[in-house]
């Protein structure tokens, strides 16, 4: 399985921006549909934005317009641009790769990251 490791979280005023990285290991990443999920306390880790192998994208209606996700091949990673930045988004952002299907559930992930804090003052 592919190993993934988050960089990139932080504090930020709420309208700000963060990029999000995520590492991927082994050399079979441009075959892996990648996605972002997000956890806030107390609450179930919900998906945020998916990328299949072949580019395209998909986002939770949340974040549509405002969050880009991009993979780049050639580093074996994938990021999560964030603008206008908004209180409720603070939460523990993970990385995914999806197994048979991309990850647009929490079932269909075959690979988490350990998770990197995003927080949005107000």
């Known amino acids: 399985q592919v190993q993934l490791v988050e960089s990139g979280g932080g504090l930020v005023q709420a309208g700000g921006s963060l990029r999000l990285s995520c590492a991927a290991s082994?050399?079979?990443?441009?075959?892996?549909?990648m996605g972002w999920f997000r956890q806030a306390p107390g609450l179930e880790r919900d998906f945020v934005a998916a990328i299949w192998s072949g580019g395209r994208t998909f986002y939770a209606d949340s974040v549509k317009g405002r969050f880009t996700i991009s993979r780049d091949n050639a580093k074996n990673t994938v990021y999560l641009e964030m603008n206008s930045l908004k209180p409720e988004d603070t939460a523990v952002y993970y990385c995914?790769?999806?197994?048979?299907?991309?990850?647009?559930?929490?079932?269909?992930?075959?690979?988490w990251g350990q998770g990197t804090q995003v927080t949005v003052s107000s």
């Open positions: 082994g050399r079979t990443f441009t075959r892996y549909h």
């Open positions: 995914a790769a999806g197994g048979l299907f991309a990850p647009l559930t929490t079932t269909a992930v075959a690979s």
